[in-house]
């Protein structure tokens, strides 16, 4: 089955030349962008299936001797393609501060502190029905500088394959309520409010566990829709 | 051949955000001695084909070193043929993070010529997305060989206004390393697609 990739979709992301995004206005290009046709370069891409996936590499509370400070959560969901079809055995790779809103990155000098049982670096691949799970705790809003008072949503990092290098894409997913909502550039930076909507995960009783974690749904739809070749007429 | 798609509705993609500054200790964490998923060595033992260099130090609009890029490429190898798993062999997929100099390379055999839009062959390049702190969306360039005669009739470069083609052709040195620096905005701003 191949897939086709209409140009629309991309309507969705944010334009790299956001400048209420301080760091956007040296490196976003200023020329414009050349249409690129979809050739096997870009039709392709890397299949991982379970290389380089280690048994727990999804549950981030469980990488070291003791248990994480924080409020632990699932988050679960399903990678979709635009018609809503199930991307399976798909790569997701996941990186988030820790319950105090610090990075184990050597460059993050925010002065809260780092949790010794907490790395905060996860992957998992999606089942036959495109659903992926973690186990993780809840991270902190974090100071950022970009302007006066910044600070970052709560959010987790999140890399995604998908079929090819046409679904590639790198976002963050948010938790839902958060008042730092609207003084967020980089969440601001999508400015169709549907598609800003589709970053921010739902809390779930029935993913929650009771007396253990709080439960969050977050399904992610890469790019894709089904391409139907339709048969030449029969000519005999 | 017709094209249609069936689906009468379409879900909305998740839309795209910056990878930040903080990615290296899960996605290139070898500083930190977690496994990589990828490396800048894309040439795995006993692969056949022309051993390649390319490196090169990714700019900013002023012309500063960018320090906390990822750049991936994705290549057929010497024969064109694009591998569907990365499970053995040649994988044609590889991940870098920038120096605090900006600078990044891969190891790499160089790729073969490819089908194109049109019956059309492409000259032989490497897709390279760019990610980093100020990116919020991938940005996808293409590295070319400035020794490959097929450049010429290469079906995307000629989709570039000529004066900015030199921006996606890495220039081989006197030591056979490829050189291919990317600049993300300025005067000799890299080309970047919309793919
Ligand atoms: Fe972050």
């Not at chain 1, 979709?9 to 209420?20: G, K, R, T, Y």
């Not at chain 2, 903080?22 to 290139?28: C, D, K, R, S, V």
Request: with cysteine; charged share 20%; aromatic share 10%.
């Amino acid at each position: 089955m191949s897939l086709i990739y209409p140009p629309q979709s991309l309507q969705a992301h944010p334009l790299n030349a956001s400048p209420e995004y301080k760091s956007t206005l040296k490196r976003a290009p200023s020329q414009p962008l050349i249409l690129l046709p979809h050739t096997l370069s870009e039709t392709t891409g890397p299949v991982f299936g379970h290389v380089g996936v280690a048994e727990g590499d999804s549950d981030l509370t469980r990488q070291h001797e003791g248990e994480p400070l924080g409020e632990r959560i699932i988050v679960t969901g399903r990678v979709l393609d635009e018609d809503g079809r199930p991307v399976p055995h798909t790569l997701v790779e996941i990186w988030q501060a820790n319950a105090a809103g610090r990075y184990v990155h050597v460059r993050d000098q925010h002065p809260a502190p780092l949790d010794p049982n907490f790395t905060g670096a996860g992957r998992a691949v999606t089942d036959a029905d495109g659903r992926y799970r973690f186990v993780t705790v809840k991270p902190g809003a974090y100071p950022w500088r970009n302007h006066h008072n910044a600070w970052r949503p709560a959010h987790i990092h999140f890399s995604l394959f998908g079929a090819s290098f046409l679904s590639r894409v790198i976002t963050q997913m948010y938790f839902p309520g958060d008042p730092l909502f609207k003084y967020d550039p980089i969440f601001q930076s999508v400015t169709d409010e549907k598609a800003r909507d589709r970053l921010v995960s739902r809390f779930d009783i029935d993913t929650t566990e009771p007396e253990w974690a709080l439960g969050y749904q977050f399904d992610i739809v890469l790019r894709g829709r089904n391409a139907t070749p339709l048969e030449e007429p029969h000519d005999h | 051949m017709t094209i249609e798609t069936k689906a009468e509705t379409t879900l909305g993609i998740t839309p795209s955000q910056t990878i930040g500054p903080f990615f290296a200790y899960a996605l290139t964490p070898r500083a930190y001695g977690g496994p990589e998923l990828a490396t800048e060595q894309v040439a795995t033992d006993g692969i056949a084909g022309e051993r390649i260099r390319v490196e090169g130090t990714v700019y900013d609009g002023d012309g500063l070193p960018v320090g906390d890029a990822m750049i991936e490429i994705w290549q057929a190898d010497p024969q064109g043929r694009f591998h569907a798993s990365g499970n053995a062999g040649f994988t044609g997929f590889g991940r870098a993070e920038t120096t605090s100099e900006g600078r990044y390379f891969f190891e790499t055999v160089r790729p073969g010529g490819l089908p194109g839009p049109g019956g059309a062959r492409q000259a032989p390049h490497l897709t390279v997305s760019v990610f980093a702190r100020g990116v919020l969306v991938r940005l996808a360039t293409r590295i070319y060989f400035s020794d490959e005669a097929a450049n010429d009739g290469d079906p995307v470069l000629a989709l570039v206004p000529a004066g900015r083609r030199d921006t996606l052709i890495a220039q081989r040195g006197g030591d056979g390393v490829f050189r291919f620096d990317i600049c993300l905005q300025g005067e000799s701003e890299t080309v970047f697609f919309e793919a």
